[in-house]
């Protein structure tokens, strides 16, 4: 059965936000999964935070990558970005920059600036991908402009900042023009 917006996953997810903040973790973990359960991608990926974190359950990586990636399969660009982070570090899978690429690629396709900044330190570091700045300061442009968060914007562009020292100026203006032409995508 499919639920629309005022169906019951719905009902469990705000329910369930409203416990997670007011710390009442094991009212929101039972809320979450019964949304999760039903398909609600929001939930889903609410439910693999709690996992990641031990908030309300015990801390498991593995249940965690279970949630974050039936999210993002879905297109949640949070949960992508997670996951992505889950298989950098390889908690509850086995490291994979590559798998890790294709994660934030797919969030920092949809404008999350976490993931760009993430998909800047693949490029810059080559893990995952061929090492390639124009493309490490692209994303880190992007990242910076983006983030709503002042810490990381500024963090977005120092490192941006420092990877334009490592271009020459055609292959800065042509990584500018790219990141001034870039254009969200919707999750496909």
Do not use: C, H
Request: proline content about 3%; hydrophobic content about 40%; glycine content about 10%.
């Amino acid at each position: 059965m499919v639920w629309g917006p005022a169906g019951p996953a719905w009902a469990d997810l705000e329910t369930g936000v409203a416990a997670y903040e007011r710390g009442d973790y094991e009212t929101a973990f039972k809320e979450f999964k019964a949304a999760a359960e039903q398909g609600n991608a929001e939930a889903q990926n609410r439910l693999g935070d709690m996992y990641a974190e031990g908030q309300g359950v015990p801390q498991d990586y593995g249940e965690a990558v279970k949630w974050y990636r039936r999210a993002a399969e879905q297109g949640d660009a949070k949960a992508q970005f997670f996951l992505g982070s889950m298989y950098v570090e390889g908690q509850g899978v086995i490291q994979d920059y590559a798998e890790a690429v294709k994660w934030f690629r797919r969030a920092a396709d949809q404008g999350d600036a976490g993931a760009q900044g993430s998909l800047g330190f693949m490029y810059l570091l080559g893990r995952g991908v061929p090492q390639d700045y124009q493309l490490a300061y692209m994303w880190f442009n992007l990242a910076a402009a983006g983030a709503t968060d002042k810490d990381a914007r500024d963090m977005a562009a120092k490192n941006r900042d420092l990877v334009a020292e490592k271009l020459t100026p055609a292959q800065l203006a042509e990584a500018q023009k790219w990141a001034r032409e870039w254009k969200p995508e919707a999750e496909k």
